[in-house]
Every structure is written in C-alpha cells, then in structure tokens.
C-alpha cells in the first residue's frame, strides 16, 4: 500500500508545488493520473483511456503514478486479450497418426508464449 500510487502522488504533488514556487512551468500540458486495478484486471487504466477518448483531450505528457523498480520508466504496461481455437482431427484409435491432437498443439503454442514472457522479462526495464 504505502509505496503504491500514494506515493508516487504524494511525490507528483509535492513537484508541482515546487515548480509552481520557483515560477517553473513546463512548456507542454502535463496529466498526472492516478488508476486502480493495476495488479488485476487495469480497469483504472481503461476507464481513463475510455475517458480521454471520449473527451477527446489530448495531452503531451502523461505521469501515471505507480512504482516500478522504483524508478522512473519510460513505457507501458499494455494489455492484450486473444482467443486462440486449435482443432484436432478425431481419428480411430487404431491409426492415430491420421489425426491431428489439438491439445498437443495448443500445449506447444503455450510453451512457446512462456518462452516469449521470459525473454521479455529478461530485458532491462
């Protein structure tokens, strides 16, 4: 809790009150956001991307305020929701090299996606 989105708007704050004393302002319009739902489903990040769409508000800089490795990153998380329908071909048991098993292949498709999550999970943030 304490090192979530809290703390990153606490720090988000305190830097616009810091700028806005030294009569700082930077030359592009800054959003900061503050979502919910981050560890799930991202549905914070949805409704403000839905909201945005809908407002048809543009900024130049977005600050979400949430902890990564504890430093800044520039970047996104990103969400990608996929159906995938593998079909077998049923045969006989008595000539299974004439079919096809869909659960083989689908059990390959999902090692190879894992394979694919851990080199992406290897490169630097």
């Keep these: 809790g304490a090192c979530d989105t809290k703390a990153g708007m606490a720090v988000a704050i305190a830097l616009v ?3 806005r004393a030294r009569g700082t302002w930077l030359k592009s319009n800054l959003l900061i956001a503050a979502t919910i739902g981050e560890e799930t ?3 914070g990040a949805q409704a403000f991307a839905a909201h945005m769409r ?6 130049a800089q977005l600050m979400v305020c949430e902890p990564t490795l504890c430093a800044p990153i520039v970047g996104h998380k990103g969400l990608v929701q996929i159906e995938i ?3 077998g ?6 000539d299974p090299a004439l ?5 083989l292949a689908m059990a390959a ?6 394979r694919e999550h851990e080199a992406l999970q290897a490169q630097p943030a």
């Design 109 to 114: 498709l999902i090692i190879a996606l894992q």
């Design 54 to 59: 809908q407002t048809g508000r543009v900024v």
């Design 89 to 94: 071909k049923p045969v006989h048991s008595s």
């Design 99 to 103: 079919g096809r098993n869909a659960a």
């Design 17 to 19: 009150r810091r700028m």
């Design 41 to 43: 489903s991202s549905h």
């Design 85 to 87: 329908a593998i079909a």
